[in-house]
T-cell receptor, first 110, second 117 residues
Framework: RKEVEQDPGPFNVPEGATVAFNCTYS??????FFWYRQDCRKEPKLLMS???SGNEDGRFTAQLNRASQYISLLIRDSKLSDSATYLC???????????FGGGTRLMVKP | GAVVSQHPSRVICKSGTSVKIECRSL??????MFWYRQFPKQSLMLMAT?????????EQGVEKDKFLINHASLTLSTLTVTSAHPEDSSFYIC?????????????FGPGTRLTVL
């Protein structure tokens, strides 16, 4: 079983739609959680951290369920520019090592 | 802030040659640098972790004699792919962390696309 699992997609949605991605992680000792965005042939960029209480940044909402070892990302009012691969990322030690999920590809269409 | 550069951005080389990739943290000191490899339509796979002044820690299955990592200062790490072969063609990305100051956060370089003919 992979340490961090995501549905690879692609998710094809129209502009303005709401879309949700899920991610599960296997290491119950995981400490920090993130969503990164990666555009085609580019490096990953941090989208947002994920906190136990849930957090929102504009159109993006992230949730963490430690009991179920599950993380989600909700994107409201999708824009064409949201088209990218979204990577669920977990840190399970006190340092900086990250484990990446396989990514979920989102295509927003006009 | 927190900018990481990589050089070169793209390299094409003949089989059997060695290629050096540089990773620099431009406006901060990185306690740890990471090297990843990404094949098409796959996620990032960690190759090795390096701390300034010490030997790199390689992930299982990564040959340390083939992928030489040098971390000479808090702002520079290099990855040398020795005797490159076509199967080494990939997107190589470095990242830098600032340790406990911001645990779990890494700043990524723009990547180096290596093509071995």
């Amino acid at each position: 079983r992979k340490e961090v699992e995501q549905d690879p997609g692609p998710f094809n949605v129209p502009e303005g739609a709401t879309v949700a991605f899920n991610c599960t992680y296997s290491n119950s000792a995981s400490q920090s959680f993130f969503w990164y965005r990666q555009d085609c042939r580019k490096e990953p960029k941090l989208l947002m951290s994920v906190y136990s209480s849930g957090n929102e940044d504009g159109r993006f909402t992230a949730q963490l369920n430690r009991a179920s070892q599950y993380i989600s990302l909700l994107i409201r009012d999708s824009k064409l520019s949201d088209s990218a691969t979204y990577l669920c990322v977990v840190n399970h030690n006190a340092g900086n090592m990250l484990t990446f999920g396989g990514g979920t590809r989102l295509m927003v269409k006009p | 802030g927190a900018v990481v550069s990589q050089h070169p951005s793209r390299v094409i080389c003949k089989s059997g040659t060695s290629v050096k990739i540089e990773c620099r943290s431009l406006d901060f000191q990185a306690t740890t640098m990471f090297w990843y490899r990404q094949f098409p339509k796959q996620s990032l796979m960690l190759m090795a972790t390096s701390n300034e002044g010490s030997k790199a820690t390689y992930e299982q299955g990564v040959e340390k004699d083939k992928f030489l990592i040098n971390h000479a200062s808090l702002t520079l790490s290099t990855l040398t792919v020795t005797s490159a072969h076509p199967e080494d063609s990939s997107f190589y990305i470095c990242s830098a962390g600032v340790g406990l100051a911001i645990p779990g956060v890494q700043y990524f370089g723009p990547g180096t696309r290596l093509t071995v003919l």
